[in-house]
């Protein structure tokens, strides 16, 4: 009878020990794909920010002469690559695959299809914001929505804010790209 009991005991300790070290288990899994899903949307921004800080301007096309920048909504912009104005990258929120809107997915398309890519999964928020700047050395002014066809030559910065989430824990991330190649190249303050 003791054995049997003993036995009972030991079972259910054992059950109980094992449920903890399975729910340990978990916490620390989720954590780590938390943290892995942060690292992985920062360097997709440091990424994006390295490719639209390099764009090139216009110079071919009369409509758009002199901007960096082809289109530009709060949830997408695309920016030339070339000063043709044939070659271009367009970033997008929701990604679109042809036809097909992949939700909370932010995606890179250009002219030749050859770098279409999903760039940032999980996406709970996302927005951008245009700086312009209508002198050299003059101070940025916030544009309220997106830039008109004329403020384009003007936008000399873009504020990506961008917040993912993980396993219910969001993370929020935002950087402000300075538009190297911008005709009104200029940094944040107006003097640098």
């Not at 830039?147 to 969001?170: F, H, L, S």
């Amino acid at each position: 009878m003791e054995l049997v009991i003993s036995l009972i005991v030991g079972t259910l300790v054992g059950a109980v020990v094992f449920q903890q070290l399975l729910s340990l288990s978990a916490g620390i899994r989720a954590n780590t794909d938390s943290a892995g899903m942060g690292v992985d949307t920062r360097a997709a921004l440091d990424t994006l920010s390295d490719h639209v800080r390099n764009a090139m301007p216009c110079t071919a096309v009369e409509t758009n002469k002199n901007s960096v920048l082809l289109t530009a909504t709060t949830t997408s912009f695309s920016y030339y690559t070339d000063n043709t104005c044939g070659k271009w990258v367009r970033y997008q929120y929701p990604a679109k695959d042809k036809l097909i809107t992949i939700a909370n997915t932010l995606g890179r398309a250009s002219d030749d299809a050859s770098n279409d890519v999903v760039v940032v999964k999980n996406i709970t928020s996302f927005s951008l914001t245009y700086y312009k700047s209508d002198l050299y050395n003059s101070a940025w002014t916030e544009i309220s929505g997106a830039p008109a066809v004329a403020d384009r030559p003007k936008v000399c910065g873009i504020r990506i804010d961008v917040t993912v989430t993980w396993n219910g824990k969001a993370t929020r991330m935002s950087t402000l790209v300075r538009l190297r190649n911008s005709p009104v190249k200029v940094g944040l303050d107006g003097v640098s």
